[in-house]
C-alpha cells in the first residue's frame, strides 16, 4: 500500500519545531516504518530581493550578503529539521529548501507531493499583525487542496 504524503512546512520558529515534534509524536511514533504517512518537510526561502524590500541606490550590493544569509538560515532550519527526526527515528524523510513566498511554496509543494495533508505552526499573531503580515495557515486553510492541520503552541502555564 502506497503512503499518504503528509507536507509540514518549516520556517526558523519556535511554532515550526512545536509542529513538527507534535506531528511526529503523533503520527510517526512509537513506529515510524507504521505511519501512514511518507513525512516531506518543506522550507520556504525568500529571495533575497524580496527580503531587501528595497530597489534603491545601494541595493545590488546588499543582495549578495542577503541572499548568503538566507541560505545559511535555510540550512540551519533543515538541519534542525533533521535532528529533530532522528530523535524520534523517523529517517525516510525528504527535506526540500525552496525559494519563494511560503503561502505559495507549501501550496505548490502540496500539489507537486500530492500530499493529503499539510501541517504549518501557528504563530499565534493577534489581529492586528495578522492582517498586516498575512499568516501562512490562514491563506494555506483556504488555498491548499488537501486538509490542512494547525498546531498551535500549547498556552504557558500560569502560576
Not at 503523533?26 to 533575497?48: G, Q
Not at 499568516?135 to 487542496?145: K, L
Not at 488537501?146 to 502560576?159: A, D, E, L, N, Q
Request: aromatic share 6%; net charge neutral.
Amino acid at each position: 500500500m502506497e503512503k499518504s504524503v503528509m507536507v509540514v512546512g518549516m520556517d526558523d520558529s519556535v511554532h515550526s519545531y512545536h509542529a513538527l515534534e507534535w506531528t511526529l509524536q503523533h503520527f510517526f511514533t512509537p513506529s515510524p516504518e507504521k505511519s501512514l504517512f511518507k513525512l516531506v518537510i518543506v522550507h520556504a526561502k525568500p529571495s533575497p530581493v524580496t527580503a531587501v524590500g528595497l530597489a534603491g541606490p545601494g541595493a545590488a550590493e546588499v543582495i549578495p550578503y542577503v541572499d548568503r544569509d538566507l541560505k545559511i538560515i535555510a540550512a540551519r532550519v533543515l538541519d534542525k529539521a533533521k535532528e529533530i527526526c532522528t530523535a524520534t527515528e523517523v529517517n525516510n524523510v525528504l527535506f526540500e529548501a525552496v525559494e519563494g513566498d511560503p503561502r505559495n511554496v507549501l501550496c505548490e509543494a502540496v500539489e507537486k507531493h500530492h500530499a493529503s495533508v499539510l501541517v504549518v505552526g501557528s504563530h499565534g499573531y493577534g489581529a492586528i499583525k495578522r492582517a498586516v503580515l498575512g499568516s501562512v495557515s490562514d491563506y494555506c486553510a483556504h488555498h491548499a487542496h488537501c486538509s490542512v492541520m494547525i498546531v498551535k503552541k500549547p498556552p504557558k502555564i500560569k502560576h
